[in-house]
């Protein structure tokens, strides 16, 4: 057997490689390998979570942001972006609209907007909560202190997600000019010992990023063990400083996300929006090679196009309920199940692959 054989191999039969063997394994693999490394990590994950994928009703509550991120169309230095902000009452009658559809997950998420104080958010998931006492509420409003996101946990709040973005030390300083490196790792580590369930994750095909840097994310992931993992193509958005940079690819951003299934198998996985706007069949290709999870966007029409991180995002004029049913079709057409609960981690999942873990 090539050495290529025996990689995919081992990762698929141990779910572990090392960093210069994924390194090895990004740079050499060719159209053929790709093949089997999909149809592996899309076996793998219907050991764990079957045929089902989690739909989840995203919320984007405020395009405020404090951070420069080079990347983000959002970043605070981006003097063209229409700013909004969603009221509490209008994140309510969201999640109203969201519940109707039948969710039972929402994302909260928004650009590093202070304006939210502590005190807005805890009021804030008290309301919810006691709305809908069985929704999961996830969380992702960037970086606060321990002792915020320890009150926000105690609010209602279940679920947090803030991707680690890289875990090279030096590509993350160039990108994130008024954020630390070490804090976020800090930020993500209190999340999950205060009890969150944990979404990390990055992007595949940022300027200067290399195979050996994507192989040191998924190595952080694998040691960090969130329960969720985000990975998406960068697409660069003309109004930032990485505008005339090339994006990732959808080739990529599948061997990434297949391989993230193969080494920590009980995760929950997104089919990014990213990567449905880079290829129509992104998604779907996304849910073949191991991923779980969709999030349909339910933000009001009225201020959806102004959430643009990155250009062209898709269902941008869509109203709620088509973006829903047009996913759902998207995920039977792949031959999955869409599937509206919780959606929680095998990790928090009672009794779930009898004595696992
Ligand atoms: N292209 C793709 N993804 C992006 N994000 C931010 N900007 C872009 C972009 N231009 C991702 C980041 C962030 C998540 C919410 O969106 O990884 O964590």
Redesign the pocket.
């Known amino acids: 057997m090539s050495d290529m054989h025996n990689l995919l191999e081992k990762v698929y039969q141990t779910n572990d490689l090392t960093k210069e063997e994924i390194t090895y394994l990004l740079v050499n693999i060719t159209h053929a390998d790709r093949e089997i490394l999909y149809s592996n990590a899309l076996k793998t994950k219907q050991t764990y979570y079957g045929d089902k994928v989690y739909l989840r009703g995203l919320i984007e509550f405020s395009n405020i942001c404090r951070q420069d991120?080079l990347?983000?169309?959002i970043r605070a230095s981006n003097a063209k972006v229409e700013r909004y902000r969603l009221s509490p009452e209008e994140i309510l009658a969201c999640c109203e609209q969201g519940y109707q559809l039948g969710y039972r997950t929402f994302v909260l998420?928004s650009g590093e907007d202070l304006w939210y104080t502590e005190e807005i958010l805890v009021n804030l998931l008290g309301a919810i909560r006691k709305s809908y006492p069985e929704v999961a509420i996830t969380l992702?409003i960037g970086e606060r202190s321990t002792d915020t996101y320890q009150s926000l946990l105690a609010a209602g709040a279940d679920r947090f997600l803030m991707?680690h973005?890289t875990a090279t030390q030096e590509l993350y300083k160039r990108l994130h000019p008024t954020m630390r490196f070490e804090d976020r790792r800090a930020c993500l580590s209190a999340l999950k010992q205060l009890g969150y369930q944990v979404g990390a994750?990055?992007?595949v095909g940022l300027p200067g990023q290399t195979a050996a840097d994507l192989a040191e994310d998924l190595r952080y992931l694998k040691e960090f063990h969130p329960d969720m993992i985000g990975i998406?193509?960068?697409?660069?958005?003309s109004e930032t400083p990485l505008g005339a940079e090339k994006g990732g690819t959808l080739e990529d951003t599948l061997a990434l996300v297949a391989l993230a299934r193969l080494l920590i198998p009980d995760s929950l996985i997104p089919a990014t929006t990213?990567l449905g706007t880079l290829n129509s069949q992104g998604r779907e290709l996304a849910l073949k090679a191991g991923a779980n999870v969709v999030m349909p966007i339910i933000t009001p029409t009225s201020v959806r196009k102004h959430y643009a991180?990155?250009e062209n995002k898709i269902c941008g004029d869509d109203h709620p309920e088509d973006c829903r049913y047009s996913i759902e079709r998207e995920i039977q057409t792949a031959g999955f199940e869409a599937d509206l609960g919780r959606g929680d981690s095998r990790k928090f999942v009672v009794g779930a692959m009898g004595s696992y873990q």
């Open positions: 991120c990347y983000c169309g998420q992702s991707r973005e994750g990055f992007m998406g193509p960068f697409i660069p958005h990213a991180l990155y």
